[in-house]
């Protein structure tokens, strides 16, 4: 149970005699548990879905005929949820460009060097790895970096807000301000020169338009992308009339029309002889940052800013105002100092002037020469630098700087960090901690695959033969296969082979010190045995380590031989053992070689779910926190408690005035949220252990709360059955994961003054733990009269208070939440901005805290709690799919996904009545009135005002009617909210309020229809074009919450995908689907079945679940077990020694694979609604094609089940597939808050806009900067830093420089496998453009072993019926064929051709492509008729689908011309031979071969990517003609736009009326 309020009453009436009955008090929220990803590396993270910013960019339609793909397409989702569709791009390439890129495959290209930099048509500033680092504030520290960033982040947090916030001011002093250009406020599309229009008579991808546009009006269309982000967050989601200019965007209904998106840039070229103008395309660009849902196009209608009735600006708004200076000085202000050490030979490193100086220490900490320090300050000029100063800050910091490291004298605290600090480096190569899930490690397994052919790439291209690399991949990669082996998901890495330094080290048994030798400065003592198998008993003192004379019996701390005295004991160890000495060197330098984005930790922990069965090894460290005396402990600060409540408040509290205010703030919280969430799964984990004291021991064990380093963790059931009314222990545990969506909602609109506490919510072992801060004085505070906002007890007694009401308005306007009034006990009216359970408390520390935010989001009266609840209100809509329906808690609410697409659906059809309502006689009463301006003079008759009287209050009668067509809470405008009380049980309304009750639950109807006439069928098309490719649960739950559909909708998607009469090319999402309504149902019955097991039988319990699971033969519990029976047992029992009867004997053990099936089935019709007509689970992997590995792999990840890394033979009828050994561990599922870097954020929206309109440099460089400040906020292992450097890979790509494209995505696909794991989705994505990337430089093995680990990866996820494997087979075959290894490339474009006729039509452009693929490698071999078989089958489709006139069509033509040819030439030749007749030589056939710019021709095309080749005239003429504009013509559009839109206002009545009007 979540809420910390209601835990406290209970232990309040706990402790004290209970006189009457107890009260209860907790509350509802958003929709149930199943609407979010139950995965860890999976999180609900829906804030910038929540508050779309609107870009004001309309987006124009490509044509389909246009395009050899059109239905490829990308998406590049910000912020963690993965859509996997495939990117349409066109290149510009000149030709002389282009037969550069035949060459590239040469020497240069073997060289790794770009071949694009000499482009004719743009220049990009590639942005290098040191720019990068030294924008990111170096956030690269290692695990034990993190531990000095707890002390840093806690005394930046205590320090005196107001002295920070002065001296930020004055450091902004020093720096010029400034602000983007204002933004021109009235644009008309219709008047402007970017109204394009498509030419529906031209060839291929070459598409005109009627007006040239230069590169000045491109100025002008895209200076709306100055808004700031917050001025966009507090506009979009709250449409007005008076703010016309931040309406939302308008959603095409058919998403075909929507599809593709292009700009186009135009120039007029004339040719030599002046005779006429040839128009051509300069770039297209095919949504390549278009469908991520965070950045959408706003409506295309003119921006009109009255001078009165306009609402002013928020001031948040105007202190957000995002300043591009700033963003440089990030960038640019990076010099080299040189660092000192001691001892040592000075060397230089690169900074940044806005780093830390703590930052710089722990940079230091990981650098190869002075890692094995960790005590020390850095002292410049002979002054000690302060570390929580910016290095700019300090006088004499310039290039070149001297900074010397001087060693300071340790305390207890400082020597165990050291110790776990050379722990840490000694097992810095060892994937332990990854596959423990500890220290935020996680694997990463792209070197194996770069690293081990760079040698074999080299020998290749000297040698020039290709027959000396093995191409061959393994047989289970092979098309046709069946075998799924689990081993090659974690191969063994070289690198991490062990390089043992030291056999033991550990604490001494001498520890603590005594008195006596506490005097003398020891801290510690230490046991090391070495290589050597030298014992070594290590003093640690204050001045450093040295060896003492004790033993394992005898205390002796007198220094022994050699006396010396090391501040490091790295450096005492290489004294003393040569070996140490010898491998510890080795082991650095292994270090240094790894890619730092495989050292540094991720800012949150992410769980494997398979692993080897590795040995258990010594570890002092490890020994150390597992001692049942430091639970109650911070394990960095040596006996405190962290109090995390009050950092997050005073993070959330610092000023946000400039960016770099902004930054730090963004990242205080980022670095304390972070904290916390380790804390708190720590925590959680502890709790279900056992390891921590109940709060109220003598409660049942469910009933029970906890207080653990200043957080308080309850269980999420049902407790004095406050949740009876609701679902109970249903509703309990649906309960905390809506209370954590509601603080994440509240936390993403970031009003000032308003305070959520820190929350995380952990499934361990099937219970759910909720983690939250304490509010300051609760557990002292009377808790009846803590509350002051709200209600705590089910409505009964409801309060409302002015400071919360002024805070929660501000709030609701982003959400549409509406203001109403409910009733209190007395019958009063009580004025509230919330749910009437979500409660306000004040704090001792004076701040405003809300709980319990349940009803943040609209109730889903689509799934009720019980029968009798308005089921004659439904609509018909909702009746003709079955509903309403009965569901097990009453907490089912809509995404903001699906409120979000709901009111821009109402804004269209509100903008239709408007429009079409308008009378005629209005229209000619205006004309009549516009003539009578011209001819009357100024001075206005009666007959005048009465006519205007009149035309206005018609006006204002249209716009009622279409307010309240539409739901509007106002007369007068486009407003629509809603009311979180409608449908609350304990809510109760005034009789003067219940029609706007009524007209509130009809609003709530209607969204609910609209989610299943609208948005259900939309992820069917989705899916059905390709625009979304989902290829596990975790895709598919992804794609749902796009378009607003909640899990709990999948049986009805699956009913509605059975209806379709293209349900056949949607058998892939079927099959994903069923998968996941087995293992979500599996995993509601896993949770209550691991309740009952006893903690010694978890091994076993888990493995018997997945032999029930995934077997249908009879199981039976292992009994291969090594633990011992109890003496009385086995005495009594001594012929029966095993252990089997005593297992029986538990519930968990009589469950069978009969029984569980049928209880899947009865839980999939209860919860999901949908029938699963199978009898057994081997029926329902035959009858849908399911893989038992792919079933496990979800099982796991969703419940946290960690499995031993072999080989299962699920085929097996006599011995169970799973054993106790199997069950390696269990990991906690945790949800958690999500901060993030909001002026980064607007910079990729703006980024986002900028590639629509073709202007890719400046989108690379907007990108680079969202970067620099995603890194700085979050460190450069996150979502939002993945997302920016694809994006980055791509537009390098785009430009012609794939050297800088592999660097970019070498970085994305590590990032991705440490951040998402190494077989997500997106990481297999990321593996297949990196291979083209890397192919593209000519490194064509390297690519072929990344495809042939991302088709691994698919198969493994999706098995081999999937699209993503036709795309994957595709480059395959291609790629082979380059490597002249035809047999191999024909199995998988064979497969590619079966796959892509099944899933894109026989009919398709796709088809086409593939058949002409597969007749170029048939022409190669010389088998020209099955090469004319299939090029006749691709001219037939481009036949008929373009037409004969499209180039492409052509082409066929000449091909299949030439191919005759070629099998005539044969033929003769073969008769001539046959029939040994003497005369006229006959010339023998030409078997082409492929060249390697051709392949990667064809592989651009299979991934979308269109090259257009222009010649150097044209290019020329274009520069020319961009060149000759100048600024006055920007200026001037400028004006004239303004003067239009100022002649609009005056000739109209009023500001206001006209903006309604208009709309």
């Known amino acids: 149970m979540g809420n910390i309020f209601h835990c406290c009453h209970m232990l309040s009436n706990y402790f004290r005699p209970q006189d009457g009955q107890r009260e209860v008090e907790r509350s509802p929220l958003l929709s149930s548990e199943e609407s979010g990803c139950a995965s860890p590396s999976l999180t609900d993270d829906f804030e910038d879905d929540l508050l779309t910013v609107s870009t004001g960019v309309t987006n124009l339609a490509l044509e389909p005929e246009h395009f050899l793909f059109p239905d490829i397409i990308l998406s590049s989702n910000l912020g963690g949820d993965v859509t996997l569709v495939e990117p349409m791009v066109c290149l510009l390439v000149s030709e002389e460009e282009e037969s550069a890129r035949a060459n590239e495959f040469g020497e240069e290209a073997g060289d790794g060097s770009s071949g694009g930099r000499d482009r004719r048509y743009s220049e990009v500033e590639t942005q290098t790895e040191v720019e990068m680092q030294i924008g990111t504030g170096v956030q690269t520290q290692t695990e034990t970096q993190a531990e000095v960033e707890t002390q840093t982040e806690r005394m930046l947090s205590e320090r005196n807000m107001d002295e920070r916030s002065a001296a930020v001011s004055s450091q902004k002093e020093t720096k010029n301000i400034s602000e983007f250009p204002e933004t021109v406020e009235t644009f008309e599309p219709n008047e402007s020169d970017t109204d394009f229009k498509h030419d529906e008579h031209l060839d291929g991808a070459n598409l005109l338009s009627d007006q040239p546009v230069n590169e000045n009006d491109l100025d002008v269309a895209v200076t709306n992308l100055n808004q700031t982000a917050d001025e966009a967050f507090s506009h979009a989601d709250h449409i007005r009339c008076e703010q016309n200019s931040h309406l939302p965007e308008r959603e095409e209904m058919d998403n075909r029309s929507r599809e593709h998106q292009v700009v186009e840039l135009e120039t007029s070229v004339q040719d030599e002889d002046g005779a006429g103008t040839k128009q051509m395309t300069l770039l297209l660009v095919d949504r390549l940052f278009l469908a991520a849902p965070h950045a959408k196009a706003a409506l295309n209608q003119p921006e009109e800013k009255p001078d009165d009735g306009l609402p002013e600006q928020s001031e948040n708004a105007n202190k957000q105002q995002l300043d591009l200076r700033d963003i440089v000085d990030l960038q640019e202000t990076g010099f080299t100092v040189r660092i000192q050490p001691p001892g040592a030979e000075n060397f230089e490193l690169q900074v940044s002037g806005q780093m830390l100086v703590v930052e710089l220490h722990q940079v230091l900490m990981d650098h190869e020469l002075t890692c094995h320090r960790t005590c020390f300050s850095l002292q410049l000029g002979g002054n000690t630098l302060d570390n929580l100063m910016e290095l700019r800050s300090n006088q004499g910091i310039q290039e070149g700087a001297l900074i010397k490291v001087v060693e300071d004298s340790y305390t207890m605290r400082d020597a165990r960090l050291h110790v776990r600090h050379v722990r840490n480096l000694l097992r810095s190569l060892d994937p332990a901690d990854a596959y423990n899930g500890m220290n935020c490690s996680s694997l990463s397994y792209l070197s194996f695959y770069t690293n081990r052919y760079k040698e074999s790439e080299s020998v290749r291209r000297r040698a020039s033969e290709k027959e000396s690399v093995d191409c061959s991949p393994p047989e289970f990669i092979l098309p046709g296969c069946k075998e799924r082996p689990l081993s090659p998901l974690q191969p063994v890495r070289d690198d991490w082979k062990p390089l043992q330094c030291l056999r033991v080290l550990t604490m001494s048994s001498w520890n603590p010190p005594p008195g006596n030798r506490k005097m003398h400065g020891d801290l510690l003592y230490l046991n090391v045995l070495t290589i050597e198998d030298r014992e070594l008993n290590i003093t640690s003192s204050t001045r450093g380590f040295y060896l003492n004379q004790s033993t394992a019996f005898n205390f002796n701390p007198k220094p022994a031989e050699p006396k010396i005295l090391c501040h490091s004991l790295v450096e005492l160890l290489n004294q003393v053992s040569p070996a140490f000495k010898k491998n ?872 299949l011309k030439r191919l005759t040819e070629q099998a005539v030439i044969l033929q003769k030749a073969i008769n001539h031979i046959y029939s040994n007749t003497p005369g006229a030589c006959v010339p023998p056939p030409k078997f082409s071969t492929p060249s390697l710019h051709s392949i990667l021709q064809q592989l651009n095309l299979t991934c979308g990517i269109i090259l257009i080749p222009l010649s150097p005239k044209e290019i020329a003429d274009l520069r020319t003609e961009l060149q000759g504009k100048d600024k006055a013509q920007v200026e001037e559009l400028e004006n004239q736009l303004l003067k239009t839109a100022d002649g609009r206002q005056q000739k109209n009545y009023g500001p206001r009326r006209q903006l309604q009007w208009d709309t």
């Not at 972070?674 to 064990?701: Q, Y």
């Not at 004085?777 to 409302?800: A, F, H, P």
């Not at 089921?871 to 009965?886: H, I, T």
């Open 584 to 1455: 510890f060197s080795a082991l650095q330098k292994k270090k240094v070689q790894q890619h730092p984005y495989e050292r540094i930790a991720a800012p949150y922990q992410v769980f494997t779910w398979t692993a080897p069965h590795g040995d258990h090894t010594l570890d002092c460290v490890r020994a150390e926190e597992t001692h049942a005396s430091r639970m109650g402990q911070d394990e960095h600060t040596a006996g405190q408690s962290r109090d995390w409540n009050e950092e997050l408040q005073q993070c959330r509290e610092l000023t946000r005035t400039s960016l770099q205010e902004r930054l730090h703030r963004q990242r205080s919280i980022f670095k304390t949220n972070s904290d916390f969430v380790t804390a708190a799964t720590r925590g959680a984990v502890a709790v279900v252990d056992g390891n921590i004291m109940p709060l109220n021991p003598g409660e049942s064990r469910y009933m029970q709360m906890f207080m653990w380093n200043n957080i308080f963790f309850s269980l999420g059931f049902d407790v004095s059955e406050h949740y009876r009314p609701l679902g109970g222990n249903t509703a309990a545990h649906a309960a905390a994961r809506c209370d954590l969506r509601g603080a994440q909602a509240y936390a993403s609109v970031d009003t000032e003054g308003l305070h959520t506490l820190g929350t995380a919510v952990v499934d361990y072992r099937g219970i759910r733990v909720i983690a939250q801060t304490i509010v300051p004085g609760i557990l002292e505070k009377n808790q009846e009269q803590s509350v002051v906002y709200g209600s705590n007890d089910n409505g009964k007694t409801v309060l409302t208070h002015p400071r919360f009401l002024e805070l929660l308005d501000k709030a609701s306007k982003p959400l549409r939440i509406q203001r109403h009034q409910v009733l209190d006990h007395n019958g009063s009216p009580v004025e509230l901005c919330s749910g009437i359970e979500t409660i306000g408390i004040l704090g001792n520390d004076g701040r405003p805290y809300i709980l319990d935010l349940l009803r943040t989001f609209p109730r889903d009266l689509n799934f009720q709690f019980t029968q009798d609840q308005m089921m004659d209100e439904a609509p018909k809509e909702c009746q003709k799919f079955g509903f309403p329906r009965l569901h097990r808690h009453n907490l089912a609410s809509l995404r903001p996904e699906l409120i979000q697409a709901f009111v821009q659906h109402r804004h269209e059809v509100f903008v239709q009545m408007v429009s079409q309502e308008e009378p005629s006689q209005l229209k000619e009463e205006n004309k009549a009135s516009e003539l009578r301006e011209e001819l009357v003079s100024d001075t206005q008759t009666e007959e005048r005002v009465a006519a205007n009287a009149d035309i206005e209050s018609e006006r204002r009668n249209v716009i009622l009617r279409a307010c309240n067509a539409v739901g509007s809470v106002s007369d007068s405008c486009f407003d629509i909210c809603f009311n979180p009380d409608v449908c609350c049980p304990g809510a109760r309304f005034s009789p003067e309020s219940m029609e706007d009750v009524q007209r509130q639950r009809r609003l709530l109807w209607d969204a609910a229809a609209f989610l299943l006439a609208n948005q259900i069928p939309a992820v069917l098309r989705d899916c059905l074009d390709h625009t979304a490719l989902p290829m596990d649960g975790a895709t598919l739950t992804s794609v749902l919450h796009q378009r607003g559909v909640n899990v709990r909708y999948l049986g009805t998607v699956l009913t509605e995908l059975d209806k379709m009469e293209e349900r056949a090319r949607l058998s892939h999402i079927q099959r994903i689907i069923v998968s996941e309504l087995i293992i979500r149902s599996a995993k509601h019955i896993f949770r209550n079945y691991l309740q009952d097991v006893e903690p010694a039988a978890f091994s076993a319990a888990v493995s018997h679940f997945l032999n029930c699971l995934l077997t249908s033969s009879s199981c039976f519990p292992d009994s291969c077990s090594d633990e011992l029976l109890s003496r009385r047992r086995s005495r009594r029992r001594r012929s029966h020694g095993s252990r089997v009867t005593s297992l029986m004997d538990s519930v968990w053990s009589r469950l069978t694979s009969t029984e569980l099936w049928v209880r899947i089935r009865a839980e999939a019709q209860d919860y999901y609604h949908y029938t699963v007509d199978s009898d057994s689970i081997d029926d329902v992997m035959e009858k849908f094609n399911l893989q038992k590995i792919s079933l496990l792999r979800e099982m796991a990840i969703k419940t946290g089940i960690q499995v031993q890394l072999r080989e299962y033979t699920f085929e097996s009828r006599h011995k169970p597939v799973f054993s106790e050994e199997d069950v390696i561990n269990m990991f906690p599922v945790v949800s958690h808050l999500r901060p993030t870097a909001s002026d980064a954020t607007q910079l990729v929206q703006q980024a986002q806009v900028a590639v629509q309109q073709g202007l890719l440099k400046n989108g690379y460089e907007l990108i680079g900067q969202a970067v620099t400040l995603f890194s700085s906020v979050c460190g450069v292992l996150h979502e939002d830093v993945c997302m920016c450097l694809r994006l980055l890979g791509r537009l390098s790509y785009i430009l012609g420089d794939s050297a800088d494209a592999v660097s970019h995505q070498e970085k994305t696909v590590m990032s991705s496998e440490r951040v998402q794991g190494i077989d997500h989705p997106q990481t297999i994505q990321d593996y297949t453009f990196l291979a083209l990337y890397y192919f593209a430089g000519g490194q064509q093995v390297t690519a072929l072993q990344l495809l042939y680990r991302a088709r691994y990866l698919t198969l493994l996820i999706s098995g081999d019926d999937h699209p993503q494997v036709a795309l994957l087979d595709s480059m395959l075959g291609l790629v082979l064929y380059g490597l002249m290894e035809c047999e191999l490339s024909l199995k998988f474009l064979l497969n590619a051709l079966k796959l892509t006729s099944k899933y894109h039509g026989a009919t398709s452009l796709k088809q086409a492509h593939s058949h002409h693929t597969l007749a170029t490698v048939y022409e190669t071999k010389g088998e020209f008729r099955l090469a004319l078989q299939h090029e006749k089958e691709a001219y037939t489709i481009y036949k008929s689908q373009v037409g004969e006139t499209h180039s492409n069509t052509k082409e066929s033509s000449a091909y």
